[in-house]
């Protein structure tokens, strides 16, 4: 069943990072990857990110993306794939270019991570964050954002893009039709930070990639639906 909403656009960045995506137990497992296993028992945690950058750039860049790539995909990439990746990455946007979606999060915070202790030479990650209003005057409709909220939201936010943007040229039939299983790798963090009975509000974090139209997009009207099947499901 199709609903019908009034969708604003409360507000709207791009990003170059996503805050938080890398501490400091990420770190030392890097530093491990290379090697590196003790000595840090007496420094902070700026410290221990400073070490990690350091000790990347004493390889070369594709090498270094290979710890990078090697720490965030093991086990979900041969190591053939994270080589190829590794050599890719230094000029490629990977995080828009990779076939598969559900990659798309981690190959950004990969580049962004190794943009920074490069200081350059990695291209330069392109995000979106922004919070999206969405209104109804009937207080069931929201009932279809309630158990799994991603693919209807995309498919709300894609009626704010031109038919010639990417996500509806690629992804067309899906929009239209009852499964969606790529709209969670699409929409890298969703959260809903409000929600009564005539409007929900989602902050979203995504790839400027998919979304970066809607920079010049203020409100629009669409409709939307859920998916039909729960047997497209994805982890991360």
């Not at 979900?76 to 990779?98: F, N, R, T, V």
């Not at 202790?117 to 109804?136: E, Y």
Request: hydrophobic residues 40%; contains cysteine; aromatic residues 12%.
């Amino acid at each position: 069943m199709k609903f019908f909403f009034s969708v604003d656009m409360v507000s709207f960045q791009k990003i170059s990072k996503i805050e938080g995506a890398w501490g400091e137990d990420d770190y030392k497992a890097l530093l491990s990857l290379m090697e590196i296993d003790d000595g840090f028992d007496n420094m902070t945690p700026d410290e221990i990110k400073e070490m990690c950058f350091m000790s990347l750039t004493d390889f070369e860049p594709d090498e270094a993306a290979r710890f990078v790539l090697t720490y965030l995909f093991e086990g979900q990439l041969s190591k053939g794939k994270i080589g190829q990746l590794s050599h890719q990455m230094p000029e490629d946007s990977m995080w828009e270019e990779y076939p598969d979606p559900f990659f798309h999060k981690k190959l950004f915070d990969a580049h962004g991570l190794l943009r920074a202790a490069f200081n350059g030479v990695f291209a330069k990650p392109t995000g979106v964050q922004f919070t999206v209003s969405i209104t109804s005057q009937h207080k069931e409709a929201f009932r279809i954002f309630q158990k799994k909220p991603h693919a209807p939201l995309v498919r709300l936010l894609s009626r704010g893009l031109s038919d010639g943007d990417i996500l509806n040229r690629l992804y067309g039939e899906q929009i239209a039709g009852d499964t969606f299983a790529e709209a969670k790798g699409i929409l890298w963090d969703l959260k809903e930070v409000e929600h009564t009975d005539q409007e929900i509000r989602y902050s979203v974090t995504s790839s400027e990639l998919w979304f970066g139209e809607l920079a010049d997009v203020g409100r629009f009207e669409a409709q939307t639906h859920a998916d039909s099947s729960e047997k497209t499901d994805r982890d991360d």
